[in-house]
């Protein structure tokens, strides 16, 4: 059993940045691949980014060159920096691990990105 916390999210402006945190606990975070997925009203959840427990990452083509996946293994936290946002970001953002057949999802942070 993995919990998963998001926080970093808020209202920023049109080519702002934030830096979004999901600390886990529970189980031995290094066995996981940490993945962010967003989902915007009235659309299906989508992939952002991942990072697999050896640190190979995944981007969606939306946000290559300005989102940036990244884990801390000591501090059992991953991140996810976001740059250059757009309104179109404008989401909740969800975290998630994956071991084998084992899945978690945290609860969410709101991102905004409006002027």
């Known amino acids: 059993q993995v919990q998963l916390v998001e926080s970093g999210g808020g209202l920023v402006q049109p080519g702002g940045s934030l830096r979004l945190s999901c600390a886990a606990s529970g189980s031995p975070f290094i066995l996981y691949a940490m993945g962010w997925y967003r989902q915007a009203p009235g659309k299906q959840r989508e992939l952002v980014a991942t990072i697999s427990n050896g640190g190979i990452t995944n981007y969606a083509d939306f946000v290559k060159g300005r989102f940036t996946i990244s884990r801390d293994n000591a501090k059992n936290t991953v991140y996810l920096q976001m740059n250059s946002l757009k309104p179109e970001d404008t989401a909740v953002y969800y975290c998630?691990?994956?071991?084998?057949?084992?899945?978690?999802w945290g609860q969410g942070t709101q991102v905004t990105v409006s002027s």
């Open positions: 998630n691990a994956k071991w084998v057949s084992l899945e978690f």
